[in-house]
């Protein structure tokens, strides 16, 4: 395929998929300008990313620092997220590179986050595990109160919100359940924490994009519906 025949195709797609947000948008009688769509483009090269920018996509998001060290500066623009986990020997590259980390899951990588951000902001929001899928990282709700109080008294990273990973192969029904109490535990800690700008809530991705921007999504991650069927990862 040509390069203009790839770039035709992917403005088609993001054109598509924001459609689909503002679709459910209005359904859910929210606005589509509350909705940051995040580009997935993990495995995806440089100039395939650059099509994604020229076609209006502003942020993107990588599963893998050490990739992303590779491919930012090839792109040369947008806002980046890191929506993978994160090893903490990997965490100072990480406040350089990335806007929002969406992968945080414990009081050690808080810490480390903070002892290497010199002085830097570094926004970040807590991971949530609410499906009990080991696999799909983060913490227990449980422990959420305390890590983010952790966040709060400990560090100078700013706390945006919270993120997590629906159920897989499941129903509408399944998925809004988990994604409203995700909504549910980020209401309850912006009453416990004031002082913190707790709004986001980064869910939804190409399956359960839908039931996620009905339950109150502010950033959906999105990488098949836009980019296609990912290529395999290098050394794979």
């Known amino acids: 395929m040509t390069q203009a025949k790839v770039a035709a195709r992917i403005a088609a797609q993001v054109a598509a998929v924001r ?21 997935v483009c993990k495995t995806f090269d440089a100039g395939t990313v650059k099509h994604g920018l020229a076609a209006g996509l502003a942020d993107f998001g990588e599963n893998r620092v050490q990739e992303a060290q590779a491919k930012i500066p090839q792109v040369g623009g947008g806002r980046w997220h890191l929506v993978g986990r994160l090893q903490r020997n990997k965490a100072r590259s990480a406040t350089r590179l990335f806007s929002l980390i969406h992968s945080v899951d414990s009081e050690r990588l808080a810490h480390r986050l903070e002892s290497v951000r010199d002085d830097r902001p ?15 990282g983060g913490i227990e709700p449980a422990e959420l109160a305390r890590l983010a109080a952790v966040l709060d008294r400990e560090t100078g990273l700013t706390l945006r919100g919270l993120m997590t990973i629906g159920p897989m192969g499941t129903d509408q029904q399944t998925s809004r359940a988990c994604f409203r109490r995700l909504r549910e535990l980020r209401d309850a800690l912006r009453v416990r924490l004031p002082n913190q700008p707790i709004a986001e809530l980064s869910m939804g991705m190409t399956d359960d994009l839908d039931p996620a921007l009905v339950e109150g999504a502010t950033i959906v991650r999105v990488g098949r519906a836009i980019f296609g069927a990912r290529s395999p990862a290098p050394g794979s």
Do not use: F, H, Y
Not at 122 to 136: H, K, P, S
């Open 19 to 39: 459609g689909r947000i503002a679709s459910v948008c209005r359904e859910a009688d929210r606005s589509p300008d509350s909705v940051t769509l995040v580009a």
């Open 122 to 136: 570094c926004d970040v929001l807590i991971q949530v595990n609410l499906t009990g899928a080991e696999m799909q």
